[in-house]
């Protein structure tokens, strides 16, 4: 079956860094996701990862390894403000947008 | 450019009612997700669609439910005689037509807030 594993929750403190792991065992690999989503809101898209290594975009980076299947999410310079949900997804088949998401991270942050 | 766009974004409906949900992608997508959250859970996938097409619908319950993106106006996810199991988040999704974009991106609308009552 198809799942992805990912801590429920994490607590970090303002202006640290924190890292939301995620595993994965699918059927298909073709890229692995990473949404966040505040309370009540939609979730928004953060990152993508095709191939094995770390992509930057600002405060937040995003980690792959293929071969272990497993990536990370992680997050620098914490504001207040990040306090969300955020959930790993996996794109299962190549050809098309659709992608699985995991149950979520929720990130609590403390001042 | 306008986003992805739902209606209503709160739905009541009493046991045994219908509910329609609308979603109409963003401008230029031509692919169409609907997603169900349950409170403090992940986004389950229902049905993914295109254009007077269904790709895949593997996520949706065999009775009740039923999905079409016809080829005039927006994606419609239908819920028939609603229970009160049936309360939940529901997300609607787009993306651009598959392979025109390396980054697998889908871009969410609001949600529509469905309670049975």
């Known amino acids: 079956g198809q799942s992805l594993e990912q801590p429920s929750e994490v607590t970090a403190v303002e202006g640290a860094i924190v890292q939301i792991n995620c595993t994965y065992q699918t059927s298909g690999f073709y890229g692995l996701s990473w949404y966040q989503q505040h309370d009540g809101g939609a979730p928004t898209f953060l990152s993508y990862?095709?191939?094995?290594g770390l992509e930057e975009t600002g405060r937040f980076s995003s980690f792959l390894s293929r071969s272990d299947s497993y990536g990370y999410l992680l997050l620098q310079e914490l504001q207040m403000k990040d306090s969300a949900s955020y959930f790993c997804?996996?794109?299962?088949?190549?050809?098309?947008?659709?992608?699985?998401f995991g149950k979520g991270t929720r990130l609590h942050i403390l001042p | 450019n306008a986003g992805v766009m739902q209606n209503p974004r709160h739905l009541v409906r009493r046991r045994g009612q219908e509910a329609r949900l609308r979603c109409s992608p963003m401008?230029?997508?031509?692919?169409v997700y609907w997603y169900r959250q349950l409170p403090e859970e992940g986004l389950k996938f229902m049905v993914y669609l295109q254009k007077e097409n269904i790709i895949d619908e593997s996520g949706m319950p065999k009775e009740r439910f039923s999905a079409e993106f016809p080829k005039e106006g927006p994606s419609i996810l239908r819920i028939q005689q609603v229970v009160r199991g049936d309360s939940a988040a529901y997300f609607c999704?787009?993306?651009?037509?598959?392979?025109?974009?390396?980054?697998?991106?889908?871009?969410f609308g609001p949600g529509t807030r469905l309670t049975v009552l």
């Open positions: 999704a787009s993306s651009p037509r598959p392979g025109t974009s390396g980054i697998n991106e889908q871009f």
């Open positions: 401008k230029g997508h031509s692919h």
């Open positions: 990862n095709a191939l094995d």
């Open positions: 997804a996996v794109r299962d088949r190549l050809g098309d947008d659709k992608i699985i």
